[in-house]
């Protein structure tokens, strides 16, 4: 690309081969965009860019090297702009998904949909995934340099759309300010992230800037049965449907859970629209599945495609995986903020014949303030509660573990430091058509304690422990 094309007011003739804010990432006439990031200053490797290649720097202050430099006030905002002109595509019809909980089934249910009336690929927890193919993200929402090639790879295969999942750290790292939305799904806020916005208002004002990029056009679906959502069109112009069990434009009618799934009918502005159903578990399923509904139809495609596009999302990477073995359930699944645990928990107990055995902890280094709220609802929906290491990193287990406990006055629990010796007690003191639910980690294969990573898996340790 024409260095004209992302500077008109630079007059060389000079072809961009590529951008970055990585200075070992960087070749021959490349642009280095020197960021600072929470460990470490991009301006401190300009000189590693420089003999890389770079040919131009961005910086926040004015550079005395021997290459053509520009000073620019925000550099991490300025490399979002640069990457989204110098990766071209088209339209792209994208929806951002955000919340507390269920974004990454929402997402996924309706990709599903789009998928079978057109086409479309998804980002998120589980990666960018689009014709078959599926790419690891350490981000939930990833960084531009990151979005912007996907979009790009998306158009050359005549992708119409893009779901995606917009994180509260997403936004707040500027990392989708130069993407443009559709529309957005609002699925909830729960206690979690605190750690970062200090309050439940701050949370939500950081959701609404998401709501601030939908114009006049857009449409935005909300979950009408969480308070916060009425404070939406304070944000914006655009259309706004409402969906939940108890008011909106979209209203469960009636509904059957159980343990292989659910059916649900739903009324549309005081009309039937039909009987659904789902392979996905509990009542917070049918939530994820009706905002994915509710937008869908709002866009005019047909229910037989919707319903469609429900029915061939079976299961969700890292939500509700279930192995049984000798009359014992085990349930493992990613919840990890006190309103996931209480509402995995919640629907369990419907289908429950013995007791429900809860193996749990609280992630390191996150929202402290969460973590007695877990450890009550942990212990008040459970029949035995093992609190236990769930990737500490650099923060002390014991103060973890403490935190998850201290409001259990006069309660009985366990307390293990090993997560692996904690799922093998839930399977010694399991008995016939009990139910041991294992949460905060889903499939992930490893657990951080320091700076260290060990191989770890609940489901194979699970497995191991219920067969012997």
């Not at 008109?8 to 590529?18: M, N, T």
């Not at 009542?283 to 005019?300: M, P, V």
């Amino acid at each position: 690309m024409h260095i004209s094309k992302l500077y008109p007011k630079v007059k060389k003739d000079i072809i961009i081969r590529g951008i970055t804010d990585n200075s070992k990432l960087v070749r021959k006439n490349f642009i280095f965009v020197a960021i600072k990031g929470h460990k470490k200053n991009g301006l401190d490797y300009i000189d590693e860019a420089i003999a890389n290649g770079a040919i131009l720097i961005i910086a926040n202050k004015k550079i005395r090297k021997k290459v053509l430099s520009i000073k620019i006030k925000d550099p991490k905002l300025e490399y979002s702009r640069l990457l989204k002109k110098f990766y071209t595509y088209s339209a792209l019809y994208t929806v951002g998904v955000t919340g507390t909980d269920g974004k990454t089934t929402t997402t996924k249910l309706l990709n599903s949909i789009f998928n079978c009336y057109s086409s479309s690929a998804s980002i998120g927890t589980n990666g960018i995934e689009y014709l078959n193919k599926n790419i690891k993200t350490i981000n939930t929402t990833p960084s531009p340099d990151i979005l912007f090639p996907a979009f790009h790879t998306f158009c050359k295969h005549e992708i119409q759309n893009t779901v995606m999942e917009v994180s509260s750290e997403g936004i707040l790292d500027k990392r989708v300010d130069n993407v443009d939305f559709n529309g957005a799904i609002f699925t909830n806020l729960s206690h979690e992230h605190l750690n970062t916005h200090k309050n439940m208002n701050s949370y939500f004002l950081c959701k609404a800037k998401l709501f601030e990029k939908i114009n006049h056009n857009g449409l935005i679906v909300a979950n009408s049965d969480d308070k916060e959502s009425y404070r939406i069109p304070f944000y914006t112009d655009a259309k706004i449907v409402y969906y939940g069990f108890k008011y909106g434009d979209y209203v469960i009618k009636n509904y059957d859970i159980h343990e292989n799934g659910s059916t649900f009918n739903i009324l549309y502005k005081g009309y039937t629209l039909g009987e659904f159903k789902t392979s996905l578990f509990g009542k917070y399923n049918i939530y994820n599945c009706l905002a994915a509904i509710a937008y869908a139809y709002e866009l005019g495609i047909p229910l037989k495609y919707i319903k469609k596009g429900i029915n061939k999302v079976n299961n969700i990477s890292g939500r509700f995986i279930k192995y049984t073995k000798n009359a014992i359930t085990g349930i493992i699944d990613f919840a990890h903020t006190p309103n996931a645990i209480k509402n995995l928990l919640e629907s369990i107990k419907l289908f429950a014949k013995g007791r429900i055995i809860l193996v749990m902890g609280a992630q390191g280094e996150k929202d402290k303030s969460k973590r007695s709220k877990m450890g009550v609802n942990g212990v008040t929906l459970s029949d035995i509660t093992i609190f236990t290491s769930e990737d500490p990193k650099n923060e002390s287990l014991f103060g973890i573990l403490n935190d998850l406990t201290k409001k259990l006055k006069n309660k009985e629990y366990y307390i293990t430091l090993s997560r692996a010796e904690a799922i093998k007690l839930a399977a010694r003191i399991a008995r016939p058509n009990d139910i041991i639910v294992i949460t905060g980690k889903g499939n992930e294969n490893e657990e951080i304690i320091l700076n260290y990573h060990f191989k770890h898996n609940d489901l194979d340790i699970l497995k191991k422990a219920l067969d012997s």
